[in-house]
């Protein structure tokens, strides 16, 4: 009797073990099969550096962006030149000039300065040296451009230049020694061709605007040009509140290109608009020059809306216009 009841025991012991593990098994959730985590696929680099280009005396570096869709046949080459502490990456990513170049088919070129050039990476446009005709970062532009040309074929009736700040500076420089080769320029808070001639007399001219010389502010561009017949057009940027680049200096590049087509000050026409003020003038063979005064901006290029985080410049600053758009409309 005693030993039936053990072994009755026992099996309902067994039992009860059997019954716990399967309740166990079926509340308990599987263990998941850890996948192993993909590796994240390069992405090729939006702009793609160009080591040949020519004799490069300036020592820049040049990048490029191609539309990866077909571009039309002949298409337009765009110049941008960064400012100080600036690349031609976060400038790009903040402004989306190349988000442009997908849209209308052109073809993007950015020089870079390097560090060893200039701590600040700012394009040496006070140094005679390097804007001089056909010598140091002037030249390295234009064999850069021309490397764009050849191997895109580029209309040539059909190339522009833009720079932000010492490359505002510096796309002054490059109109001045090869007129003829641009269709359309824009100085954005930059400085008149010929103001500096060293990184002291620079800053100061930057703070406290420059001064006049002696034959006036057309005079340096047409000692360099020579019997240039052909000029694009010129836009001037600049802010009200720009701290860094004093707004006198804009009325100084203004009298440099109005000197330089002989046209009359006082024959422009005045636009007040929502970001701030438009002046245009235009010469009888049909060259313009334009002064944009925006409102309350400080030192850089307006864009039309608020940045992601992830692409913000400090020089690519929201405004109720967009400089990037704006000259699509002037260039075509």
Request: aromatic share 6%; net charge positive.
């Amino acid at each position: 009797m005693k030993l039936g009841f053990a072994r009755a025991l026992s099996r309902a012991f067994k039992s009860q073990k059997r019954l716990a593990k399967l309740i166990v098994k079926v509340i308990k959730p599987k263990a998941r099969r850890r996948r192993p985590k993909a590796r994240p696929i390069a992405q090729k680099p939006l702009l793609v550096e160009i080591s040949a280009f020519g004799s490069n005396p300036g020592r820049l570096v040049m990048k490029i962006f191609v539309p990866s869709r077909r571009l039309p046949k002949n298409p337009a080459l765009v110049v941008v030149l960064h400012g100080c502490r600036q690349t031609p990456e976060s400038l790009d990513s903040a402004s989306s000039f190349s988000k442009l170049a997908k849209e209308r088919g052109f073809v993007l070129l950015y020089p870079e300065q390097r560090n060893a050039n200039n701590p600040q990476r700012c394009f040496n446009w006070f140094r005679p040296g390097a804007v001089a005709r056909d010598r140091g970062e002037v030249l390295s532009i234009r064999q850069m451009i021309d490397e764009a040309c050849r191997r895109h074929q580029i209309d040539r009736s059909r190339i522009f230049i833009a720079g932000l700040s010492a490359g505002g500076a510096m796309t002054a420089a490059l109109v001045a020694n090869y007129p003829a080769l641009f269709a359309g320029a824009a100085m954005i808070a930059g400085m008149p061709f010929g103001s500096s001639r060293d990184a002291m007399s620079a800053l100061h001219a930057m703070k406290s605007g420059v001064r006049e010389p002696a034959g006036g502010w057309g005079r340096p561009v047409t000692e360099i040009s020579g019997d240039a017949t052909s000029w694009p057009a010129i836009a001037i940027w600049h802010s009200d509140k720009d701290g860094t680049v004093n707004p006198l200096n804009a009325q100084a590049c203004v009298d440099q290109w109005l000197g330089v087509l002989r046209i009359a000050r006082d024959g422009g026409k005045n636009e007040q608009r929502v970001w701030g003020r438009l002046q245009t003038w235009k010469a009888p063979e049909g060259e313009t020059v334009s002064l944009y005064s925006i409102q309350d901006l400080g030192h850089g290029l307006p864009v039309g809306r608020r940045q992601p985080a992830e692409t913000r410049d400090p020089f690519v600053i929201p405004s109720g216009i967009s400089l990037p758009l704006e000259l699509m409309r002037l260039w075509g």
